[in-house]
């Protein structure tokens, strides 16, 4: 398995629910018996247990009340380098597809 978020070989991982029995099959090699579960832990004492926790979001404020509350994480927000320069345009509704396509042509041609 390819690690989703590294990119590198992730060993002695296996999907969930037989996905994994299932490509095995698929490639012909032998089925590994299923994995087990050997212990759990809550989110919260997983985080407990890290001297420092940082990290970088956009999406943080709008949860920082719960973070604070749940984990006693204060959110920071940090201001950008350089202001927006994105325009939201109002949303367009087309009524089939073939005038989506017409528009959409023609945004690219201007």
């Given at each position: 398995?390819?690690?989703e978020f590294t990119g590198r070989v992730a060993d ?59 984990y006693e994480l204060p959110v920071r ?34």
């Amino acid at each position: 398995m390819i690690g989703e978020f590294t990119g590198r070989v992730a060993d002695n991982r296996k999907w969930p629910g037989g996905l994994q029995a299932a490509l095995e099959a698929k490639e012909g090699v032998s089925i590994d018996p299923k994995g087990r579960i050997l212990n759990s832990i809550t989110l919260l004492h997983f985080l407990e247990s890290y001297d420092q926790l940082s990290g970088m979001t956009g999406t943080a404020t709008a949860a920082a009340e719960e973070l604070n509350e749940f984990y006693e994480l204060p959110v920071r927000m940090v201001p950008p380098n350089r202001p927006c320069i994105r325009i939201d345009q109002p949303g367009r509704i087309f009524t089939t597809q073939g005038a989506r396509n017409r528009a959409v042509t023609d945004e690219i041609v201007k």
